[in-house]
């Protein structure tokens, strides 16, 4: 589809070891795909709350 993004494997992982809590692999990410995966939950929070977190910009830090 047009528009839409396609998440590396490693972006992928790190979003599933984090929501099982698997803080190894976690922390074993490189910062590229830390940075994919954080732009990712930014963009669907932005989308499914139909505005901005203004707050998000604290938790990035």
């Known amino acids: 589809m ?20 698997d803080w190894e692999t976690a922390d074993a990410c490189e910062a590229r795909y830390v940075r994919e995966g954080s732009g990712l939950v930014s963009a669907y929070l932005h989308w499914h709350m139909e505005r901005g977190l203004r707050s998000l910009r604290y938790v990035e830090k």
């Open 2 to 21: 047009p528009g839409s993004v396609v998440p590396s494997p490693q972006a992928l992982e790190l979003l599933g070891a984090l929501l099982t809590g």
